[in-house]
């Protein structure tokens, strides 16, 4: 991890002083965007932002806003208890992640934290 960090700071910064100021810019917009994953958490983070939840009221949150099947496992989908595993799986496989999420009025950029 350390070495790719650093080999990403050296391009960057040949970058940098070549005119390119904001090489991988969208790189964080990009991830979400191609990942319908990334993309449904950065949804359901938008709906609560800065509220700390229980695996029950986040799973409840994914069913009403009918992303069950794009953030929960298929073999958590079909019952209650198993949303709540699912999303719990989920939510502890993504710890300080950052996901973005556009709105009609602007556009968040969300960190889950456990």
């Known amino acids: 991890m350390r070495c790719r960090f650093a080999h990403r700071m050296r391009v960057g910064g040949i970058l940098r002083v070549n005119g390119f100021q904001d090489f991988l810019g969208n790189y964080g917009v990009r991830k979400t965007v191609d990942d319908p994953l990334r993309q449904g958490l950065g949804i359901l983070g938008s709906k609560a ?11 409840r949150l994914v069913s009403d806003l ?16 198993g949303r709540q595993r699912g999303i719990g799986v989920v939510l502890s496989a993504h710890p300080e992640e950052t996901f ?15």
């Open 49 to 59: 932002p800065d509220k700390w939840l229980p695996a029950a009221d986040w799973a």
């Open 66 to 81: 009918g992303l069950v099947k794009t953030v929960i496992p298929p073999a958590d989908q079909d019952s209650v208890a």
């Open 100 to 114: 973005q999420a556009e709105m009609e009025d602007r556009r968040l950029t969300l960190r889950l934290e456990k």
